[in-house]
């Protein structure tokens, strides 16, 4: 199986300010024939559904505001919200799709300083 | 878009059967999964069914837990018979790709049903 390893497991960041989140994956989840990362951020809420935000590593969700970015390739990755709003406060998730089982992160929880 | 039922209160061995109904997309053209958190966990992939009915199991779930579809209701089940305290989450379905193809992202998800395993 493919072991995700986030980082931070948690962090606080002030209003207006940038988060980063880090996830590592035990291997390379790029695929050489298409030249993507099979690669995927969630934001969860207390009582909502997961909600995607970022796929193939850098591909914002329609809908998704534009300051949450995701960035990285082969095993590591980035996710950054640039300018973090109180809303933002989650539990977030990285995801790799390319091997099976489908794995997840452990999470990091981002909280408003 | 999702909606699940049939979560509840089980005993450890008993049996608990998930439903999923879906709406807004054409049901048939989608792969669908079921995705679990344990209370204070991270999210745990659990089943896999495509288009054709190709299905994948997570290793804690093979033998115990049944995935099926039906295309005519729009609706995806989980049947789940053996339970263990440690099948206790929420259960999530969400979909997956357009076709046949197992590596995919996720969404939408539904907002999941409760299922505790206890005596």
């Not at chain 1, 990285?94 to 089982?101: A, D, I, M, T, V």
């Not at chain 2, 049944?66 to 929420?90: C, F, G, P, Y």
Request: aromatic share 12%; with cysteine; net charge neutral.
């Amino acid at each position: 199986d493919i072991v995700m390893t986030q980082s931070p497991d948690s962090l606080a960041v002030s209003l207006g300010e940038r988060a980063t989140i880090n996830c590592k994956s035990s291997q390379s989840v790029l695929y050489s024939s298409n030249s993507k990362n099979y690669l995927a951020w969630y934001q969860l809420k207390p009582g909502q559904p997961p909600k995607l935000l970022i796929y193939w590593a850098s591909t914002r969700e329609s809908g998704v505001p534009d300051r949450f970015s995701g960035s990285g390739s082969g095993t590591d990755f980035t996710l950054t919200v640039s300018s973090l709003q109180a809303e933002d406060a989650a539990i977030y998730y990285c995801q790799q799709y390319y091997g099976r089982p489908i794995t997840f992160g452990q999470g990091t929880r981002l909280e408003i300083k | 878009q999702l909606v699940e039922s049939g979560g509840g209160l089980v005993q450890p061995g008993g049996s608990l059967r998930l439903s999923c109904a879906a709406s807004g997309f054409t049901f048939s053209d989608y792969s669908l999964n079921w995705v679990r958190q344990a209370p204070g966990k991270g999210l745990e992939w659990i089943s896999y069914i495509s288009t054709i009915g190709t299905i994948y199991y997570a290793d804690s779930v093979k033998g115990r837990f049944t995935i099926s579809r039906d295309n005519a209701k729009n609706s995806l089940s989980l049947q789940m018979d053996s339970l263990r305290d440690e099948d206790t989450a929420v259960y999530y379905c969400a979909r997956g790709a357009y076709g046949d193809y197992f590596s995919n992202w996720f969404g939408p998800w539904g907002q999941g049903t409760l299922v505790i395993v206890s005596s």
